[in-house]
């Protein structure tokens, strides 16, 4: 239990410039699974994993991965935003790798522990800064044939990051990508495996050298439906209408080709506290075209909500919504924010019991000469 204080920012770090790149602390937590059953860990106080040459994460893929946040809160402790359900999402990409699923209160444990050890990193309250945590899971035993690893090492390791939105939440032009499918509709879309990720970064690439932001996918099969984006969930707000008590409906599609985002999760529970109805159907593209949206935006752990001001597909521009959500973020999406990040800094009550420990996290010094 964290009985007084942590210590606080280092003044190593210009948190007032902070971007989202590596930046050096005190070490990582690593486990190892071996002999059917996980060991008790270590704080290692490196940057550098050593690996086998021969290890299926490095020759197969045979690797997934998590990204969390933790955050210095207004009463001064410091909390992780639901590490239990990244647990639960990482249990599923262990089992679609065909890797030793991490227990959650493992993976729990291990994610405060390396806070814990790191609590100088924790950027300070009212930045707009965090604490980004990297759960990592790979099949490190040696296998030169096409078969599970021996042994498998799980890690975490944090850095602080940036805010993404120093001068405000602004909208971006998105691509939708026509040429390449992210995933099929009965492959590994829904796990968070880093084979998944790769292999988009030649598009994405190339979307930004022309303008855009952020890249949208279509169902592989069709080609017909919203997806989600490259980094992030797809999310839109429809017009408030009388039907819906003057309220919008978020819309949030649900497919088995698409990662079951965590924050996307905490929207679906934020919107309906709000009265609005959650609408989880496939999206048609029509509906973008169509103007069914006043706001769309990609969601994930990093920025929460990037709001989607343009989509252009095959050199056709729809603009989203109004002039006013052309250049800055919309009402509804940032009502969600502001309590999202309320939650998460502490300045709004955690009705959910998402800040975990409730308590705080106490400082360790694993390792430390």
Same mark, same amino acid.
């Given at each position: 239990m964290a009985s007084q204080l942590p210590p606080p920012p280092t003044t190593a770090v210009?948190?007032?410039?902070?971007?989202? #790149?590596?930046?050096?602390?005190?070490?990582y937590v690593k486990y190892t699974f071996n002999n059917g059953q996980w060991d008790q860990g270590e704080f290692v106080r490196d940057s550098y994993l050593k690996i086998h040459v021969c290890a299926p994460a490095l020759n197969y893929g045979q690797e997934c991965f998590e990204g969390i946040k933790a955050y210095r809160c207004k009463d001064g402790?410091?909390?992780?935003?639901?590490?239990?359900?990244?647990?639960?999402?990482?249990?599923?990409?262990?089992?679609?790798?065909?890797?030793?699923?991490?227990?959650?209160?493992?993976?729990?444990?291990?994610?405060?522990?390396?806070?814990?050890?790191?609590?100088?990193?924790?950027?300070?309250?009212?930045?707009?800064?965090?604490?980004?945590?990297?759960?990592?899971?790979?099949?490190?035993?040696?296998?030169?044939?096409?078969?599970?690893?021996p042994e498998f090492t799980f890690i975490v390791m944090v850095i602080p990051v940036g805010n993404f939105y120093k001068s405000g939440v602004k909208p971006v032009d998105c691509l939708v990508v026509e040429d390449f499918d992210r995933a099929a509709p009965l492959g590994t879309g829904a796990a968070k495996l880093g084979g998944n990720y790769a292999p988009v970064l #030649?598009?994405?690439?190339?979307?930004?050298?022309?303008?855009?932001?952020?890249?949208?996918?279509?169902?592989?099969?069709?080609?017909?439906n919203v997806d989600e984006f490259s980094t992030s969930n797809f999310v839109a707000l429809t017009y408030p209408s009388p039907e819906n008590n003057n309220n919008p409906v978020f819309c949030a599609p649900h497919s088995p080709s698409i990662l079951n985002s965590v924050t996307k999760q905490s929207l679906v529970q934020l919107a309906k506290s709000f009265g609005w109805s959650v609408d989880t159907n496939v999206v048609p593209f029509t509906d973008i075209t169509n103007n069914r949206f006043a706001e769309v935006a990609a969601c994930g752990t990093a920025a929460v909500i990037t709001p989607v001001k343009s989509i252009q597909r095959q050199g056709v521009t729809t603009q989203i919504g109004s002039a006013d959500t052309q250049d800055?973020?919309?009402?509804?999406?940032?009502?969600?924010?502001?309590?999202?990040?309320?939650?998460?800094?502490?300045?709004?009550?955690?009705?959910?019991?998402?800040?975990?420990?409730?308590?705080?996290?106490?400082?360790?010094?694993?390792?430390?000469?």
């Open positions: 210009d948190w007032d410039n902070l971007g989202f #790149k590596w930046i050096e602390t005190n070490g402790q410091i909390r992780i935003f639901r590490p239990d359900v990244n647990a639960n999402r990482m249990r599923y990409s262990a089992e679609m790798a065909c890797m030793q699923p991490v227990p959650e209160d493992l993976f729990v444990k291990a994610c405060e522990r390396a806070v814990a050890n790191n609590l100088e990193f924790v950027p300070p309250y009212g930045k707009g800064c965090a604490m980004y945590l990297r759960p990592l899971l790979l099949g490190t035993g040696p296998e030169i044939g096409l078969y599970p690893a #030649k598009h994405s690439s190339a979307a930004k050298e022309k303008g855009f932001a952020i890249t949208l996918h279509l169902d592989s099969k069709t080609h017909t800055a973020i919309g009402a509804g999406f940032l009502q969600l924010f502001n309590a999202m990040r309320g939650i998460q800094n502490g300045d709004l009550e955690d009705q959910y019991g998402w800040m975990q420990p409730a308590q705080g996290i106490a400082p360790l010094n694993e390792g430390r000469p």
